[in-house]
């Protein structure tokens, strides 16, 4: 599996955009990248997921670059509720293996009054 | 629709205690999962079933046991428990057909 890179941390102010950057400069043309997210002490909450077209739900927009190498996700209007630990995951979309979700570190995301 | 459902949410167990973690989803889901997270880092796999009948290791399988007898329910045993075991321990499930996995709200275990 490709390996993510994410910063430790960020801070946001409420009401503003949050963009969480994500690298995964040995991404594999079969795997998408997944973005959960895990506020505190819960379990993990899917958010969205994407091949190499950007992708936006009720959620969230993920953007991918061009090459894959790197992501972002955008949360357009960040509310407190939004604090969490943010996870970018690489992963095969089919077959036995896209079941086994890697997570690193992810970002501390702070919204900030 | 209760999703996934952990019980018990807090535990806490004696050295060489053995107890089982019990997992249950009620959407008809194929695939299960027990990940546990120590403080601060991310969370691990433990072990997975593809479906009833099938389950197989993940990163971190040794001193835990799994059965999938039923698609509804995943428990997780531990046979022996350490301190070493003391951790926040996840379930999750998903479909064949969907992206996300839905996680319960997690057991917190304490061994002493």
């Known amino acids: 599996d490709a390996k993510t890179t994410q910063p430790p941390s960020m801070d946001c102010a409420e009401g503003r955009a949050a963009n969480l950057p994500c690298n995964h400069s040995t991404i594999s043309g079969n795997e998408y990248v997944y973005w959960y997210r895990q506020i505190h002490s819960q379990g993990p909450q899917y958010i969205i997921h994407?091949?190499?077209n950007n992708e936006t739900n009720e959620m969230a927009s993920l953007i991918i670059t061009e090459d894959r190498k790197s992501s972002t996700l955008i949360l357009p209007h960040a509310t407190l509720r939004d604090t969490a630990v943010y996870y970018c995951i690489v992963r095969v979309a089919t077959g036995r293996s896209a079941r086994q979700l890697t997570f690193g570190s992810g970002t501390q995301l702070t919204v900030l009054p | 629709n209760a999703g996934v459902t952990q019980t018990p949410k807090f535990q806490v167990l004696k050295t060489g205690q053995s107890m089982t973690l019990q997992c249950a989803q009620d959407?008809?889901?194929?695939?299960m999962s027990w990940y546990r997270q120590d403080p601060g880092m991310g969370l691990r796999l433990i072990h997975y079933s593809v479906g009833a009948g099938i389950t197989d290791q993940g990163e971190v399988p040794n001193g835990y046991n799994v059965s999938r007898s039923t698609t509804e329910d995943f428990p997780l045993r531990l046979l022996s428990a350490a301190p070493s075991q003391t951790s926040v321990y996840f379930c999750?499930?998903?479909?064949?057909?969907?992206?996300?996995?839905?996680f319960g709200s997690g057991t917190r275990l304490t061994v002493v």
């Open positions: 959407m008809n889901h194929e695939y």
């Open positions: 999750a499930s998903i479909s064949a057909t969907d992206y996300g996995y839905t």
């Open positions: 994407g091949l190499k």
